[in-house]
Nanobody, 123 residues
Framework: QGQVVESGGGLVQAGGSLRLSCARS???????GAWCRQAPGQEREFVAA???????DYADSVKGRFTISRDSARNTLYLEMNSLKPEDTARYYC??????????????????WGQGTQVTVSS
């Protein structure tokens, strides 16, 4: 499936910005991809997805603040996060493939996960 590696997480104050990256190695392309996040004690939740058509979906909680994009030449997925809030604190995971059926806004549809990158937003 190729290795999927996230980067770009860190500690930021509320109102700040971060840009996450997700690179996929090997001979596997990233035609579509998604970002999900998981806070301690909570289930992994969908954040954003981009399809091969370049259409995008976002969780209501991040609409207008987060932007997902893809660089096909670099086989890399990005998540631009602005106006960060303490409730955005979580480990963010990138997924590089999806199952054939099911809504792209469900984290369970996505497979080929990376190890995640921690985002902490202080108040």
């Amino acid at each position: 499936q190729g290795q999927v590696v996230e980067s770009g997480g860190g500690l930021v104050q509320a109102g700040g910005s971060l840009r996450l990256s997700c690179a996929r190695s090997g001979f596997f392309t990233m035609n579509s991809g998604a970002w999900c996040r998981q806070a301690p004690g909570q289930e992994r939740e969908f954040v954003a997805a981009i399809m091969s058509s370049d259409s995008t979906d976002y969780a209501d909680s991040v609409k207008g603040r987060f932007t997902i994009s893809r660089d096909s030449a670099r086989n890399t997925l990005y998540l631009e996060m602005n106006s960060l809030k303490p409730e955005d604190t979580a480990r963010y995971y990138c997924a590089a493939d999806r199952r054939a059926f099911g809504s792209a806004t469900r984290s369970s549809v996505w497979i080929s996960w990376g190890q995640g990158t921690q985002v902490t937003v202080s108040s």
